[in-house]
């Protein structure tokens, strides 16, 4: 009987263009879908893929914490992980609380983290088996902050009030993108000098100066074509944000390492083959939303 012979593994350069593909398709026809005209089309497909993120994204964050032989509440934290989705996207939405209102829904979501956590402990009062409360509760609530309540930005840079929300997302997204982009293409070409190789020993300084200058000129170029659409927006903006985004998509992909090293898995999930899982497409996404919204708030003031 002949065995057969094992699959070859994926290059870096196969690996990247799989991600990279998935993550075009995903934010396709979530983008598609905002942009339809369709209300009850653009706000339910909206919804629900980020509800679905949110909770395969805290499930394979769960899986690496119980991989570290840490305690975790799962079923309560990717119940909570929904609600808090679900919650803040009728805010938003005005269903519920004041519509218009980014301080409202700030307000939600803090009361929310507040009656989490009480809820977390009454279930470790409850517990005959777990005797880590400290640890389970501790897990279990940074797994809320790091998926969903993270995510959550996404929701509030697409409804932010007085301006094309949808425009400033797709340009949060596409700039999170060429980061990426711009790391692994200049840090093949000439990377030499590693950034943390106990983390990631793919990542090199050469390949962090590419993602940030792709990223400040594809934002320059995506503000020039939508000045319209995004008029408090101009070049020095445009120039600052690309700097800011694309460094912080590369914490947030070492991060995302650094959990998974420490759990000893290769990817945070198996949904795509040869690819990895939800939180290897989102790492780089995670931290960018809220400084995407600060900047939104805070430095253009658009509200």
Partial sequence: ????????????????????????????????????????ISDGVFLLIMVVLAALGLAEFYRLVEARGLACFRNCG?????????????????WVGMSNSPARVNDFETSFLILFVLGLCLRQFVSRVNDAG???ISTTLF???????????????????????HF????FVLITKFSDTGAY?????????KMIPRISPGKTWEGFGGAIVVSMIASIVFVHLAAAQMPAMNWVHAAILGAILSSAAVVGDLIESLFKREAR????????PGIGGILDLLDSLL??????????RHVLKTY
Avoid at 143 to 156: A, C, D, H, R, S
Avoid at 265 to 272: A, L, T
């Fill in 134 to 136: 400290i640890a389970a």
């Fill in 185 to 193: 293409v200049v840090g093949s070409l000439i990377g030499r000098h």
């Fill in 168 to 171: 400033y997302l797709l340009y």
């Fill in 78 to 94: 990717i119940a909570g992980g929904v609600l808090l989705m679900v919650g803040t996207f009728l805010n938003l939405e005005g």
């Fill in 287 to 296: 931290f960018n939303a809220p400084l995407m919204y600060i900047y939104l």
């Fill in 1 to 40: 009987m002949v065995t057969p012979a094992a699959a070859a593994p994926l290059s870096k350069g196969q690996i990247f263009l799989r991600r990279l593909s998935s993550f075009l398709m995903l934010w396709t026809v979530i983008l598609g879908a905002l942009f339809s005209g369709n209300r009850v």
């Fill in 143 to 165: 797994g809320l902050m790091y998926v969903p309540w993270l995510l959550n930005f996404i929701q509030k840079i697409n409804f932010f009030p007085h301006v094309q929300g």
């Fill in 265 to 272: 898995v290769k990817d945070s999930g198996h949904i795509f």
